[in-house]
T-cell receptor, first 114, second 116 residues
């Protein structure tokens, strides 16, 4: 089945850039997503990228997709303490027959230090 | 926005007991999902439903039962709870058939279940 992997922890200083990486195995992935989970809350969609794109920028967020290597990254510029959260990479295959049935990565806990 | 609510937020139960986790959404989304979140595993899909009275297994369905008699509700039942089912459970909904940014998964705030 599909597999999505992330490193578990990342620590950065406030004001620096954060880069969270993700690798996936399903070559038929259509959309790739980044979700953010704050403590005690559910996941919220942060950004997404369609599989025919290489890059997407959304304010402080930059998503890079290397489809050949099946590698996705999320760069957060000028990281703030409010960015401290768990970040999940998720992929959706071309045709699930089951709605938006995502496969999630293990999540990366981002800690922003002063 | 009320959106999707889960209850209870916290539950402690004993091994062998039956427990039901509730999920209610106000958007009339067609699709609803149950995920469990465990450290090192991320989120894993337990069951999902495409519409009322239509349910299907996800990645880790064993030990769980779902029903969907009404579009807005999607309860998850652990028929005989085991310690390995200690987890945080998330309900989610979506109103599209294929992936779409315009209709991402909307998550509830989760139920933290402890089985002693």
């Amino acid at each position: 089945g599909e597999d999505v992997e992330q490193s578990l922890f990342l620590s950065v200083r406030e004001g620096d850039s954060s880069v969270i990486n993700c690798t996936y195995t399903d070559s038929s992935s259509t959309y790739l997503y980044w979700y953010k989970q704050e403590p005690g809350a559910g996941l919220q969609l942060l950004t997404y990228i369609f599989s025919n794109m290489d890059m997407k920028q959304d304010q402080r967020l930059t998503v890079l997709l290397n489809k050949k290597d099946k590698h996705l990254s999320l760069r957060i510029a000028d990281t703030q303490t409010g960015d401290s959260a768990i970040y999940f990479c998720a992929e959706s295959p071309h045709f699930t027959g089951g709605g938006n049935k995502l496969t999630f990565g293990t999540g990366t806990q981002l800690k922003v230090e002063l | 926005d009320a959106g999707i609510t889960q209850s209870p937020r916290y539950k402690i139960t004993e091994t062998g007991r039956q427990v039901t986790l509730m999920c209610h959404q106000t958007w009339s989304h067609s699709y609803m999902f149950w995920y469990r979140q465990d450290l090192g595993h991320g989120l894993r899909l337990i069951y999902y439903s495409a519409a009322a009275d239509i349910t299907d297994k996800g990645e880790v369905p064993d030990g769980y039962v779902v029903s969907r008699s009404k579009t807005e509700n999607f309860p998850l039942t652990l028929e005989s709870a085991t310690r390995s089912q200690t987890s945080v459970y998330f309900c989610a909904s979506s109103d599209v058939y294929l992936s779409s940014y315009n209709s991402p998964l909307h998550f509830g705030n989760g139920t933290r279940l402890t089985v002693t």
